[in-house]
C-alpha cells in the first residue's frame, strides 16, 4: 500500500514539474523543474528495485542539471538565466502535435493486447538486466568503455592549445 502511494505522489511530482519545465519564466527554474521531474523518476526506479538504475538516474542528472545551471549563470546574456522568456515558440503547433502524439500513445496502450506476467521477478533484477542487454559480452564491452575513455582522454590532451610536447614549462 505504502509503495503504491510513493509511486503515486512521484508520478504527481514527476508529471507536475515536467509541465513546469514548459510554463516557467526562465531557463534556470526549467532546469530544476527538469531536475525534480528527473529525480522523481530515478526515485520510482527506486520502488521497483532497480537500485543501480535508479543511482544512475539520479546522479547522472544532479550532475547534468547542476553543470547546465553554472554554464547559463555564465554565458547566458540575462542574469544567470531568471530573466522572463518564453519556452515555447508555436504554441499552436506544439498544442497539435502534443495533443496527436498523445492521442496516438493512448490509443496504443489501450489497444495493445499486453500479455500476462509469467513467472516471478529474479533475485537481483539489476544483474538480471545486464544480461538481458548485453549476454555474454558484458566483459568485452566492459573493456570497450574503458577503451573508448582512454581515447576521449588522448583526444583532449592531443588538442590543448600547448599540444603534446609542451615545453615552455621546462626552462626552453
Known amino acids: ?46 520502488l521497483i528495485d532497480l537500485r543501480y538504475l535508479s543511482f544512475l538516474i539520479i546522479v547522472m542528472m544532479v550532475m547534468e542539471m547542476l553543470i547546465m545551471v553554472v554554464y547559463m549563470v555564465m554565458y547566458m546574456m540575462n542574469p544567470a538565466g531568471l530573466m522572463p522568456m518564453t519556452m515555447v515558440h508555436n504554441e499552436r503547433g ?16 489501450l489497444l495493445t493486447p499486453w500479455p ?24 568485452v564491452m566492459i573493456v570497450i568503455g574503458l577503451a573508448i575513455l582512454a581515447t576521449m582522454v588522448a583526444a583532449i590532451v592531443l588538442a590543448t592549445d600547448r599540444g603534446r610536447y609542451d615545453h615552455a614549462g621546462r626552462g626552453r
Open 1 to 46: 500500500m505504502a509503495q503504491a502511494v510513493a509511486f503515486w505522489v512521484l508520478a504527481v511530482v514527476a508529471v507536475a514539474s515536467g509541465v513546469a519545465v514548459f510554463v516557467t519564466g526562465s531557463m534556470a527554474r526549467a532546469t530544476f523543474a527538469l531536475l525534480a521531474s528527473l529525480l522523481a523518476v530515478g526515485l520510482t526506479f527506486l
Open 94 to 109: 506544439a498544442v497539435v502535435i502534443a495533443s496527436a502524439v498523445f492521442v496516438l500513445l493512448a490509443t496504443g496502450i
Open 116 to 139: 500476462s506476467r509469467r513467472g516471478t521477478p529474479p533475485a537481483d533484477p539489476t544483474r538480471q538486466l545486464g544480461l538481458s542487454i548485453m549476454g555474454p559480452r558484458m566483459l
